[in-house]
């Protein structure tokens, strides 16, 4: 058991850049999330798959932003046209049943 | 929406004191877990304790959902307890997404 995985880790990027993060869940573990972290803030959640049906969606998750999870094992998140705003942490959990278990994270600067 | 409020935002302690930090919800949950947020961002697990009392070593945590909070204790605090403590829930029944609170910010002074 290796935890969540995410990558990368930092990205920095010019606004207007799209931007695609990828986040590998435990193995075996069917759910997979995505939130959203601002500082001093707690995590936020964007959306949530069970296999490779995305179930829920935020409507933080605006239409710049989308997520998949091809064959049910890992994830993308990508952010089209990003903004100074979009700047945060984002964080992949994923659990079998409903204690999630979050990887380190990606750190995503847009200047 | 449901709310999760913590309390108190910020704590310093002395190496070696004990503390309790405080979850109140808006709402009936199914699910509930307290986590460790390091200096570093990592999320780190420490109880998923949707109702009733569980202990590892210097922590526990008891959650009353008929009273709609729970509670994280910390005994004999070391340096390395530092950082945000958050309680997340979900309703359940079907949603799985946590809501997080506000955190409590831990910082234990040698």
């Known amino acids: 058991d290796t935890g969540v995985s995410q990558n990368p880790r930092h990205k920095i990027t010019k606004r207007g850049q799209n931007v695609t993060f990828r986040c590998d869940p435990i193995?075996?573990?069917?759910?997979l999330y995505w939130y959203r972290q601002t500082l001093g803030q707690g995590p936020e959640f964007l959306t949530y798959?069970?296999?490779?049906?995305?179930?829920?969606k935020s409507r933080l998750l605006s239409d710049r932003f989308s997520a998949e999870r091809p064959k049910g094992s890992f994830s993308t998140l990508e952010i089209q046209r990003t903004e100074q705003g979009d700047s945060a942490m984002y964080l992949c959990?994923?659990?079998?049943?409903?204690?999630?278990?979050f990887g380190p994270g990606t750190r995503l600067t847009v200047t | 929406g449901i709310q999760v409020e913590q309390s108190p935002p910020d704590l310093i302690l002395q190496e070696g004191a004990n503390s309790t930090l405080r979850c109140n919800f808006s709402?009936?949950?199914?699910?509930l877990q307290w986590f460790h947020q390091n200096p570093w961002g990592q999320l780190i697990n420490l109880f998923y304790?949707?109702?009733g009392t569980k202990q590892n070593g210097r922590l526990s945590a008891t959650t009353v959902a008929t009273e709609r909070y729970s509670l994280l204790y910390i005994s004999s605090s070391q340096t390395t307890d530092s950082g945000v403590y958050f309680c997340?829930?979900?309703?359940?029944?079907?949603?799985?997404?946590?809501?997080f609170g506000t955190g409590t910010r831990l910082k234990v002074l040698a």
């Open positions: 959990a994923s659990s079998k049943l409903e204690e999630q278990y």
């Open positions: 193995s075996e573990h069917n759910r």
């Open positions: 798959f069970q296999n490779e049906a995305q179930l829920e």
């Open positions: 709402d009936s949950v199914n699910n």
């Open positions: 304790i949707p109702s």
């Open positions: 997340a829930v979900a309703l359940g029944s079907g949603t799985y997404k946590y809501i």
